[in-house]
């Protein structure tokens, strides 16, 4: 079984600012892991995974995020928050043979000027 | 540019009426998620295929829910009788799993259903 936590239903941060979303995971099988983005009134676009091999990986849009075992988590961060970056971002595992993903409650991301 | 369609965007029924969502995977994808999202509880996976058949439909209600592919190229997701509990966005993902590499899962814009 898998779950996965999302510390933090809203954040907020300046343009220009740092963006770190927090996820923690449970999983009983080694994961997969994934970022999406939400934009209102749209579906869930990919930001980022992860699956096997490198543990920093990259995304779209400058976003990248970094598997950490020992802590069970998959935080994603942004090194300079831009206002087309708001939106609701979704930590999602995935883990075993059967491909579902098991998501995160979100987190609302509202960049101010 | 490949992506997954979901008719109709938005449905507005009365309480005891059928409804039923529509969704083309892109082509070539052998897996077909539906997820529902409500602001109390999230994304909620209803049920998957792979191949067309039916691999999971644990996370739905049995007793007015039910998910088919009648073909490759569409999956349904019919109601009846619709209930105002289940007012959701309703989302279709295809995937392609091949040869047990997991690649991801794309999403559809969505169906907006409002039970009144």
């Known amino acids: 079984a898998q779950s996965v936590t999302q510390l933090g239903s809203h954040v907020s941060v300046s343009e220009g600012a740092l963006v770190l979303l927090r996820c923690n995971y449970s999983?009983?099988?080694?994961?997969?892991l994934f970022w999406y983005v939400q934009y209102p009134n749209q579906g869930l676009q990919l930001l980022l995974k992860y699956t096997t091999g490198a543990t920093l990986v990259k995304g779209i849009n400058g976003f990248e995020a970094e598997f950490k075992k020992s802590e069970t988590s998959f935080h994603l961060t942004k090194p300079s928050a831009h206002m087309s970056d708001a939106a609701e971002y979704f930590c999602?595992?995935?883990?075993?043979?059967?491909?579902?993903?098991?998501f995160g409650k979100g987190t609302l991301l509202t960049v101010n000027p | 540019d490949a992506r997954v369609t979901q008719t109709p965007r938005h449905k507005v029924t009365e309480m005891g009426q059928e409804v039923t969502m529509r969704c083309q995977p892109i082509?070539?994808?052998?897996?077909v998620f539906w997820y529902r999202q409500t602001m109390m509880q999230g994304l909620e996976l209803l049920a998957y295929f792979r191949n067309r058949a039916p691999l999971d439909d644990s996370g739905m209600p049995k007793d007015r829910f039910s998910a088919e592919m009648p073909d490759a190229t569409l999956a349904t997701l019919k109601i009846q009788p619709s209930e105002p509990r289940d007012s959701a966005v309703y989302f279709c993902a295809s995937g392609l799993v091949d040869g047990g590499r997991y690649n991801e899962q794309f999403f559809g814009p969505g169906t907006r259903l409002t039970v009144l």
């Open positions: 999602a595992v995935s883990g075993g043979s059967n491909y579902k993903l098991t």
């Open positions: 082509l070539g994808h052998n897996t």
């Open positions: 999983s009983s099988v080694p994961p997969y």
